[in-house]
């Protein structure tokens, strides 16, 4: 999987770790804690093992504008850690408009499909949260 930011919440024996964006589940989430208050600098860190090339992202927010993602960025690195990022040829949604940003189509829900080009090995997905984070559901296709 990679890696990511804080140390996974708990609550009622559930551990709420980035595993959970990634289990289809929309009732679960990833939620990183003991970053302090105000921290605004989530990341994931997932590693394609080889050069892929992502044809789209998905994202599933929370659906309101307390917990939702503002936007997020992708960069790539050809190297493993310490990484070396750099940017992608990528677009980026930005919660809060009228219209997704250019390579973005929104579908039913709290969702957006990011549209990507390009081949990288490890994967780095920030996002800035508005007040809290929640990431419901990422998927990935190649």
């Known amino acids: 999987m990679g890696n990511s930011t804080g140390i996974p919440w708990v609550y009622n024996g559930v551990i709420y770790d980035v595993s959970k964006a990634f289990d289809g589940d929309t009732r679960t989430h990833w939620n990183p804690g003991e970053v302090g208050r105000y921290y605004n600098n ?37 190297v493993g850690s310490p990484y070396s990022w750099e940017g992608c040829r990528d677009r980026y949604y930005r919660a ?31 996002a800035m949260a508005r007040r809290t984070k929640s990431l419901h559901n990422l998927r990935v296709f190649r």
């Open 42 to 78: 989530w990341y994931i860190v997932l590693d394609l093992a080889a050069s892929t090339t992502l044809t789209r992202i998905a994202v599933n927010n929370y659906g309101d504008i307390e917990h939702d993602i503002a936007n997020f960025t992708l960069q790539k690195s050809q």
């Open 96 to 126: 809060g408009r009228d219209e997704p940003a250019p390579g973005v189509r929104r579908v039913p829900g709290n969702s957006a499909i990011l549209e990507v080009r390009g081949h990288w090995d490890p994967l780095g997905l920030a």
